[in-house]
């Protein structure tokens, strides 16, 4: 099976008094394995919504949403938990690192989670963090490290527990240019050695890394583009 990720007619509704407000409204696609999509839309597009939902931190209104063969949308809290631990490695804008914890320690913390044994752990946090190119740095706390570093040892953490998907939320918002592109750089190689990355992103020249570029507006699928073949696919 080469889908990994399909939502059907997904709807979030929120009530707000007497008002109903969709966050989406009838969202249906499809991801395939080692895809490398960026979702863009403006703000209130519901691109965060559709992310938390994908990524397991957010549940349907109404609709069907299945990871890698599995009907996620119906499952409680702590199943879901367990489905996004080992399924999903999340990048954060704030990069969501503990403070008083180096690079090391910060990474393996995904895999004490998954009650993976303490040798275990520490070698594929290392290789995780040789992975991104910081093999000199796993003993350094985040005040010790610069922003595009930080990043990395999330990424890092994002990779340690080998999930299906690379969920990015707008991974270079915090950082310079400069910066910025080397992380891109860095989710291009990534994608290159068979991960499914999604990013969402509000900058054009970010979203243009992907090969797949899907827009929302108000809740709904406005656009759905194959950079590689140029063409846009019907929703």
């Not at 707000?16 to 597009?45: H, R």
């Not at 996004?84 to 393996?108: C, D, M, W, Y």
Request: with cysteine; proline share 3%; charged share 25%.
């Amino acid at each position: 099976m080469n889908e990994i990720i399909k939502t059907a007619d997904i709807v979030k509704k929120y009530i707000m008094g007497s008002e109903e407000l969709y966050a989406l409204n009838g969202v249906s696609l499809t991801i395939k394995k080692n895809e490398y999509v960026a979702v863009m839309g403006p703000s209130g597009s519901g691109k965060s919504t559709l992310m938390n939902i994908i990524g397991c931190l957010d549940t349907p209104t109404s609709g069907t949403y299945e990871l890698a063969g599995q009907n996620v949308s119906e499952l409680d809290d702590s199943k879901l938990a367990s489905v996004r631990n080992k399924q999903i490695g999340f990048v954060f804008q704030t990069f969501n690192l503990l403070p008083r914890s180096n690079a090391l320690h910060n990474v393996e913390l995904p895999l004490i989670y998954a009650g993976v044994s303490k040798s275990e752990r520490i070698q594929r946090a290392k290789e995780a963090l040789e992975k991104v190119g910081l093999a000199d740095r796993m003993m350094h706390k985040p005040n010790e490290l610069s922003g595009g570093q930080r990043q990395r040892v999330a990424i890092a953490r994002a990779l340690v527990n080998n999930p299906s998907i690379i969920l990015a939320d707008e991974p270079t918002g915090n950082l310079d240019s400069k910066t910025g592109e080397e992380i891109m750089e860095l989710f291009d190689s990534l994608h290159k050695l068979g991960n499914t990355i999604i990013l969402v992103t509000h900058e054009d020249f970010i979203a243009e890394h992907a090969e797949r570029i899907i827009r929302l507006r108000d809740g709904k699928i406005e656009s759905d583009t194959l950079k590689q073949i140029n063409k846009t696919i019907e929703t």
